[in-house]
């Protein structure tokens, strides 16, 4: 059960008004609001903490390095990660995925290759086609289907004795599908092949065994879990991490430095080079507590509640077209209504306080299969209510009657 009014009263934002009327906040997807412990936890940082970490001899570094490496036992846990070295502390899910396409470019050789989804966020293309470009490696496309559906049937084709790895979102961002990530990552395992799973979206709705799914490598962005902007996680086996290179080299990530040769640190510094957001790393710690402190089972019942109450009230509207119809998918609806463009949409409704997102959601692809510029997305979070969506349904039927 979620009390929703309680929860309510944690996020200050949802105070706000927009254009004079109560904030309706609809672009979870993009970035999730903040609760009061989150922002505390920033000011308590900067208020009681503040030090440089790993290298101080004094208490104060000590204090900020307990907190900061006490946020990645929370991940690791969060995780069910074996160990807390295979968690990497990132800016973000963007730098986590260039993380390990960057240190592929020596285990790749030309000829070989990889497979991606077409449902993916441009952060988990565009570094792998540079990785390609550079190794001669072959990127191949699992295709989707009319639904926003992975057609599982194709991938026994596309993966081969060359793939050395396959690389796939666990919920669209663009559609909210839930992708069938346990099958793909046993299928390329028994292929040989290494998996990469883009967590950006799913992070927010569920928990992720890593152990349980054996994924090799799992990459989440903070602020879309209620943390701050500017950290996000990698978690990585152990073995693939040891066989990885350092992306960034600096400070932290060393063992010994000389001007003949350096040595690199253990796990995780090796990917940790300079000093790291710590305020955002231990305020993400405090943000992965909230959540659980609320559920992750009752987040996702209550959001797939909504969903189902958005669907069909703006099923009602007449000319509006749901794109992402998957039989598993989080509270996220991308739609047109006839051809009126999403921008004018979006315009309409921010006069009445309502924040959608609208355009192409870093899925170009996507938009290019079902042959549209964009769509107009609402995306919901445990913090969203029925009467919301009742705000929305109704500025839809006036942006509707203003538009056509
Ligand atoms: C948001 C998102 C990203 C990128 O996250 P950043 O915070 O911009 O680094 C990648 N993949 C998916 C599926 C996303 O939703």
Redesign the pocket.
């Known amino acids: 059960m979620i009390a929703v009014d309680t929860i309510r009263a944690d996020f200050p934002i949802l105070q706000e008004k927009i254009h004079g009327q109560p904030l309706v906040y609809f672009d979870n997807?993009a970035t999730s609001q903040k609760p009061q412990v989150v922002i505390d936890s920033i000011s308590a940082y900067y208020t009681t903490t503040n030090a440089n970490i790993h290298r101080g001899v004094h208490s104060l570094s000590q204090r900020a390095t307990d907190a900061y490496e006490g946020s990645r036992i929370k991940i690791q846990k969060h995780f069910n990660a074996a160990k807390s070295h295979e968690i990497i502390l990132t800016s973000?899910?963007?730098?986590s995925i260039n993380i390990v396409a960057a240190g592929f470019r020596t285990l790749l050789k030309k000829g070989e290759e990889v497979i991606v989804s077409a449902m993916e966020?441009h952060?988990?293309i565009v570094p792998w086609q540079m990785l390609c470009e550079e190794t001669g490696a072959v990127l191949k496309v699992l295709p989707m289907n009319e639904e926003g559906e992975l057609v599982m049937e194709r991938y026994g084709d596309l993966l081969t004795e060359k793939t050395r790895l396959v690389f796939v979102?666990h919920?669209?961002?663009a559609l909210g599908t839930i992708n069938p990530i346990e099958d793909i990552i046993d299928r390329a395992h028994k292929a040989g092949a290494a998996v990469l799973i883009?967590g950006?979206?799913s992070c927010p709705h569920i928990r992720p065994d890593v152990q349980a799914l054996g994924a090799d490598f799992y990459v989440a962005?903070g602020?879309?879990l209620c943390g701050p902007t500017g950290v996000?996680i990698l978690y990585g086996k152990e073995s693939w991490l040891d066989k990885l290179p350092p992306y960034q080299g600096g400070g932290e990530m060393i063992q010994e430095v000389s001007f003949e040769k350096t040595t690199y640190a253990d796990l995780p510094h090796k990917f940790e080079a300079g000093t790291p957001n710590i305020a955002g790393v231990i305020a993400l710690g405090t943000a992965i507590d909230y959540l659980n402190g609320i559920g992750f089972e009752n987040i996702a019942a209550y959001e797939d509640r909504l969903l189902a109450y958005a669907t069909e009230k703006l099923g009602q509207i007449e000319g509006l077209k749901i794109y992402g119809t998957a039989a598993r998918k989080t509270a996220v609806i991308s739609f047109n209504i006839g051809d009126i463009h999403p921008y004018d949409i979006g315009s309409i409704l921010d006069q009445m306080g309502i924040a959608v997102r609208t355009g192409h959601h870093?899925a170009q692809p996507v938009m290019d299969f079902y042959k549209i510029p964009g769509t107009v997305r609402a995306s919901f979070s445990f913090y969203n209510t029925y009467e919301e969506i009742d705000r929305l349904y109704k500025g839809l039927c006036k942006a509707k009657e203003m538009l056509s």
């Open positions: 997807a973000g899910a963007t730098h966020h952060s988990n979102n919920v669209s961002n883009d950006a979206q962005a602020h879309k996000g870093c």
